[in-house]
């Protein structure tokens, strides 16, 4: 499933193509993708200019200057097409600019979504009432990240997973953060000290903006705007990686947890993280 890095390369590709363009033309291909297209959709977009694309934790955003704004999920196979030649069985919502650019939005297993939203209303879409901060904001630092896991007994894997903690993480940014901050994703989250979330603040940021450079990290469908794959995944220190050597000489593991699985170093994590809590 596309996480923050993807749908950050998926933003950061639409806006040259959008960013202050009309649209001209909107078409639903189907009625629905996880759930129904708005049925205004056409009526409140044809003729609107964007004013601004951005992103909410994995959502994307697309204003414009009649106060809407069309929100989507790139789901679990969804993905922008710029100026496709010709049109696929899977592109479901097309869109055009009066500088002749065409947009599809492909979602092969149709997990996505589209809403349309007042822009002044967008703090009360349902889906962002409860985001924490963003992780690359300022106001995610260690000491918000321990007020907010304070007396938690989940693991800290689990708990950085939890959108009401931190907005946009998934699993593959999680894995490979926890092992930057060698912390063990066992821990119990209320149990790591400051010292220790300050590393671990460090280690997502860095995580996110090195995916970001990278183009994000296709593991089955996701693609750029452009059409280019992104390559973080060649730079995985631990996911997907079970079994194969840790540059400190340990073997990375996987276990599951939350339907979901968790791949990290053993050596050097467990070490680490023990230390950490002892100094902090």
Not at 166 to 186: K, M, Q, S, T
Request: proline fraction near 5%.
């Amino acid at each position: 499933m596309p996480e923050l890095p993807e749908v950050e390369t998926t933003v950061r590709g639409l806006r040259p193509v959008l960013q202050d363009q009309v649209i001209t033309a909107i078409e639903t291909r189907r009625a629905n993708l996880r759930r129904a297209f708005p049925d205004d959709l056409r009526q409140r977009l044809t003729g609107a200019r964007v004013t601004g694309i951005d992103r909410r934790a994995k959502y994307g955003l697309v204003s414009t200057d009649r106060g809407d704004t069309m929100v989507f999920h790139l789901g679990m196979s969804g993905r922008w097409r710029v100026d496709p030649e010709e049109l696929q069985l899977h592109d479901h919502l097309v869109i055009e600019t009066g500088a002749g650019r065409r947009l599809a939005l492909n979602d092969a297993r149709r997990f996505g979504s589209v809403d349309l939203i007042a822009t002044d209303a967008l703090a009360s879409f349902p889906a962002f009432v409860t985001l924490g901060p963003e992780p690359l904001d300022p106001t995610f630092d260690a000491r918000y990240l321990r007020s907010a896991l304070a007396g938690k007994r989940t693991s800290i894997k689990l708990a950085l997973l939890d959108q009401r903690v931190v907005a946009g993480l998934g699993n593959i940014y999680v894995c490979e953060a926890l092992y930057d901050a060698r912390i063990d994703p066992h821990t119990a989250a209320g149990d790591i000290g400051v010292a220790a979330l300050a590393r671990l603040v460090d280690a997502i940021r860095l995580v996110l903006d090195a995916a970001i450079l990278a183009g994000g990290s296709t593991l089955r469908d996701y693609a750029r705007p452009d059409g280019e794959l992104g390559y973080f995944s060649k730079q995985f220190a631990v996911y997907g990686r079970e079994g194969e050597p840790c540059g400190c000489g340990g073997t990375v593991a996987r276990y599951a947890e939350g339907g979901r699985s968790t791949f990290w170093c053993p050596a050097c994590q467990r070490a680490r993280s023990r230390a950490g809590r002892q100094k902090s």
